[in-house]
């Protein structure tokens, strides 16, 4: 891919999670800026990865090709409308957007120009297991499209959406949805506690289980969901009865109203920011 000079402005966890998959990716780590208003994250990155960081937004932007904005969406408009008087304009910058709630028209509005690209990745981007998803209105020029399509891929896996609302439903599929297992695993490893293990036994039991379902899934394509939950679903034996027990207490159900939760949730920030 190509290297462009890349600055992230915001250097929080999803900062993190995208250069640690970049720098593991080959990516040139002096092509790599981070700013933020304090230190410590800096110097961390820093440290961990080789990359330049700065706590000056506007030389970050001068330095960079492309930005990838990435503070949390209540403070985007603040730090656009700082950065366009203190550059003068941000045009022929790439601008990458990871924001949830905050739609291309409102960000063409904070940054005064349209070259932008807005995604939507997740944390697990920070192991190379990524998956984020990608929406650019027509006039984006494909070098772009292509560029933020192999950053994202150096990072994992990618998915353009066709219409911007996509993006709101790849936050409930995708972006929000690590915090989803975590919360499903946190409370398998409680009953397992409860049951007897220890702490650490648990999170074994646990983590190892997730990892080898998720592998299972994605080294079978061919196979359904539901075809691999039947193969360990014994006739009249212990999983039907876990499987029951969740169908009769409403887990898709659950899960349905959590996702339909995201999305509204995506769409009125988008009227509010
Ligand atoms: N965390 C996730 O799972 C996830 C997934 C997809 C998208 N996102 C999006 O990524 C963005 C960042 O989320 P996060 O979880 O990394 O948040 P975070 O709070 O960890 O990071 C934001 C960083 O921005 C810095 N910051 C605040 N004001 C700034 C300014 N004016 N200039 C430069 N930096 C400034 C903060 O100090 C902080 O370090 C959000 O817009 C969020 O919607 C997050």
């Known amino acids: 891919m190509e290297h462009r000079k890349l600055a992230f402005i915001g250097a929080g966890n999803m900062s993190r999670s995208l250069i640690s998959g970049l720098i593991q990716s080959g990516y ?17 990155l820093a440290a961990d990865f080789g990359i330049h960081t700065s706590q000056n937004n506007a030389e970050a932007a001068n330095w960079a090709q492309a930005l990838v904005l990435a503070v949390k969406p209540q403070m985007m408009a ?38 932008i690209v807005r995604t939507m990745p997740n944390t697990p981007s920070l192991l190379g297991l990524g998956m984020t998803g990608l929406y650019a209105r027509e006039h984006v020029e494909q070098a772009d499209r292509d560029y933020c399509e192999q950053m994202m891929q150096a990072v994992g896996k990618t998915l353009w959406v066709a219409q911007e609302d996509g993006i709101n439903q790849v936050i409930a599929a995708a972006g929000s949805a690590p915090a989803y297992f975590f919360l499903f695993m946190e409370a398998m490893a409680t009953e397992a506690v409860k049951q007897g293990f220890t702490e650490q036994e648990a999170r074994l039991l646990v ?42 207490q ?13 999305v509204a949730r995506a769409r009125e920030l988008e009227t509010q920011l």
Not at 219 to 229: E, H, I, M, V, Y
Not at 251 to 262: F, N, P, S, Y
């Open 78 to 115: 603040t730090m656009l409308e700082a950065l366009v008087r203190s550059t003068g304009g941000l045009d022929g910058k790439l601008l990458i957007s990871i924001a949830a709630g905050i739609s291309v028209t409102r960000l063409e509005q904070m940054a005064g120009q349209s070259r």
């Open 28 to 44: 040139p780590a002096d092509a790599i800026m981070a700013v933020n208003p304090s230190r410590p994250k800096l110097d961390a």
């Open 207 to 248: 983590q190892q289980t997730a990892l080898g379902a998720a592998n299972m899934v994605a080294a079978n394509p061919d196979t359904s969901l539901g075809d691999l939950r039947a193969q360990v679903t014994s006739k009249g034996g212990t999983t039907a009865e876990a499987i029951r027990s969740f169908q009769q």
């Open 250 to 262: 409403g887990l898709e159900q659950l899960v349905a109203d959590a996702m339909a939760a995201a």
